[in-house]
């Protein structure tokens, strides 16, 4: 474990266990400082990795968090609400218009792959959300294509196709898929061809 990840692991074992010291890094996600905001992000996606019920009452700051400037701050605050959706999906959906933009962030590819997965998750959860987010997944399937992330945004499509979807979700990710089912290659294919089977 590098000296920065062991430093992360550290604040964020404190913060499990201090109230206090937990609020202190929610409210520096909204600082002036993008050094610290940053570093306040990692923490938050460390704590929601390892014990996310002590974020669910701070899910709108986080959702806030999402018009920072910095990516690394986006994706990681979007990495912690699709890991927060389990708890709290009603609050979790309101990110929904950030993971929009994210989803066709220019710069960054983790902000896109990271848009990606919370929208999968949280699509994943009722019909009437999946109807709301597809237009959003399959227009990010056909930009994100080529991305070097595009496989690990499939890994978010074939959990998202086990999901709560409405039918005409169901078929029109059936048919978006289609094609590289038949005529992908590797790991592209197998990974389509497994998203059009979970949807028969």
């Known amino acids: 474990m590098s000296d920065r990840n062991q430093d992360l692991k550290t604040i964020a074992d404190a913060a499990i266990t201090d109230e206090k010291k937990l609020a202190v890094i929610v409210d520096t996600l909204s600082g002036s400082s993008r050094r610290d905001r940053q570093v306040a992000a990692s923490a938050v996606h460390v704590i929601a990795r390892e014990n996310p019920e002590k974020l669910v009452p701070h899910i709108d700051v986080i959702v806030d968090a999402l018009n ?25 959906s309101k990110a929904i218009q950030e993971a929009e933009t994210a989803l066709f962030d220019e710069e960054s590819g983790m902000v896109r792959l ?37 496989n690990d945004m499939l890994v978010a499509i074939v959990d998202f196709s086990t999901g709560k979807l409405a039918d005409n979700v ?3 990710l059936a048919a978006r898929m289609e094609f590289d089912s038949t005529n992908g290659k590797g790991t ?13």
């Not at 910095?70 to 609050?91: H, I, K, N, S, Y």
């Not at 592209?188 to 028969?200: D, F, S």
């Open 188 to 200: 592209l294919k197998k990974r389509a061809t497994q998203i059009v089977e979970n949807l028969r």
């Open 114 to 150: 990271a848009a990606m997965r919370y929208l999968c998750k949280i699509g994943a959860t009722t019909a009437a959300r999946s109807e709301k987010v597809w237009p959003l997944i399959d227009e990010g399937i056909q930009c994100c294509h080529g991305d070097l992330e595009f």
């Open 170 to 172: 169901k078929e029109e």
């Open 68 to 92: 920072r400037p910095e990516g690394q701050t986006r994706w990681e605050c979007l990495e912690a609400l699709a890991l927060l959706v389990d708890f709290d999906a009603r609050a979790c």
